[in-house]
């Protein structure tokens, strides 16, 4: 016997057939002997809708007024599947996020987990019930409903494996598991059946949206095994995992890519202490998240300073910037919007040399120029123009034969 948590997310609940599926599916396992508690989201669209609601009584709708009527999404889906439950003879009981106190903090639309206290659960568990959880809510101090952000039952789901420490948190989706790289780009990715955290962490927040990040980060840090699968196919997904030296682990474990790249150069900055404060503090303050950041050698006592921002910000942060240029009496803005971001991602970086250079002369053989290049631990990034990217992406599959199961190293 072992205790699962099983999250749906919206697609696979997004309709009465798609929840009695549910239903079967928790049933079985239910009847194998496992204690289990479902997370469900909300049916697919429905999150989106009530915002829109929202939006129309207020162009910015009150936040924790937001939070009371986005979070009931949820609570539609958790009765739906327990009455599927019951249905078919199988005991289950729903509750609300703030009804099993998922206690958070009080930062409407994007709560942060604080406490999870297990009573009420393990009592429902212990008498076999299958215990039917919300997603995506809590409650704070004062007992207001608050939200964990977009893709937030995920973290819901995890939170409360680590909580409870279940054998596993399983999550289902509308895909089979995690890519070497995005199979539209590339038909010949392949699913992993293992990926680390840190890796995970990097594809998720290079664009890989498979998992809300929060819940990849809340994993690793409660060393919760976590796994991806499909509720649509037979399959045993993609596990998430501390990296074990017996893993299947080649060098580099995926690609990921950013469509939104935008690039902004500032030349013939005058090279003194605290320019690249004057440079990027009014960016900042114009809220603009800022990536990758390049200051080139000083030239002639100037020089030149690049940096990336999101596409949709690009108008903005070049206004801001224009504005510094005459400050600080620098030559010229220049910029550019049509780019984007292809990054390798593996563990086996920390401890093998010339990866890079591969990356580079497989780049170099299709004449795809770079722009820009960042490197972190277990990642390096390229910024190319965004015509090359199904090319780029296709040539470092290949190059670091992603499309075969790697002999452990
Ligand atoms: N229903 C929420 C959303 O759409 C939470 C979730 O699905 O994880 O963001
Ligand atoms: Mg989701």
Same mark, same amino acid.
């Given at each position: 016997m072992a205790f699962y948590v099983y999250k749906f997310g919206g697609t696979s609940v997004g309709s009465v057939e798609r929840i009695k599926a549910v239903a079967e599916k928790v049933k079985a396992a239910h009847d194998a002997g496992h204690q289990i508690i479902v997370v469900v989201s909300a049916m697919s669209g429905e999150t989106n809708r009530l915002i829109d609601l929202a939006k129309e009584m207020?162009?910015? #709708?009150?936040e924790r007024e937001l939070d009371v009527l986005i979070s009931t999404g949820e609570q539609v889906t958790v009765a739906l599947l327990s009455m599927a439950l019951h249905e078919i003879g199988c005991p289950a009981r729903s509750f609300t996020g703030g009804q099993v106190k998922i206690l958070t903090d009080s930062?409407? &639309?994007k709560a942060r987990i604080r *406490?999870?206290?297990?009573t009420r659960i393990r009592k429902h568990l212990n008498q076999g019930e299958v215990v039917v959880v919300a997603g995506f809510q809590g409650m704070d101090e004062d007992e207001n409903i608050t939200t964990l952000g977009r893709g937030g039952s995920d973290t819901t789901a995890v939170a409360l494996a680590a909580a409870l420490h279940a054998d596993e948190c399983l999550i289902f989706t509308d895909v089979d598991g995690v890519y070497t790289t995005d199979p539209r780009i590339e038909p010949k990715a392949r699913r992993l059946e293992r990926i680390t955290f840190e890796e995970m962490l990097e594809m998720a927040s290079l !664009?890989? *949206?498979? /998992?809300q990040i929060r819940s990849v980060e809340f994993a690793g840090k409660y060393n919760v095994a976590l796994r991806v699968l499909s509720s649509f196919k037979e399959g045993c997904g993609t596990l998430i995992t501390y990296e074990e030296? &017996?893993?299947?682990?080649? /060098?580099?474990?995926g690609i990921a890519f950013n469509r939104d790249e935008a690039k902004l150069t500032i030349t !013939?900055? #005058?090279? /003194?202490?605290g320019v690249a404060y004057k440079i990027l503090g009014p960016i900042a303050e114009a809220n603009i998240e800022v990536d990758m950041i390049i200051q080139n050698i000083a030239d002639d006592a100037t020089t030149d300073f690049t940096f990336t921002v999101h596409r949709n910000d690009y108008q903005r942060a070049k206004a801001v910037l224009a504005q510094t240029c005459l400050d600080l009496g620098a030559r010229a803005v220049t910029g550019d919007d049509t780019l984007v971001k292809v990054s390798i991602v593996g563990v086996g970086m920390r401890s093998h040399a010339g990866i890079a250079s591969t990356m580079f002369k497989t780049l170099a053989e299709e004449g795809i120029n770079i722009r820009m290049i960042s490197t972190s631990e277990i990642k390096i990034s390229v910024v190319v123009d965004e015509k090359h990217l199904e090319q780029a992406v296709q040539a470092l599959h290949a190059a670091f034969h992603l499309d075969q199961v790697v002999a452990t190293r």
């Open positions: 207020q162009v910015q #709708p009150h930062s409407y &639309t *406490k999870i206290d297990d !664009g890989s *949206k498979v /998992l030296s &017996t893993m299947e682990s080649a /060098l580099v474990s !013939g900055v #005058p090279d /003194l202490p």
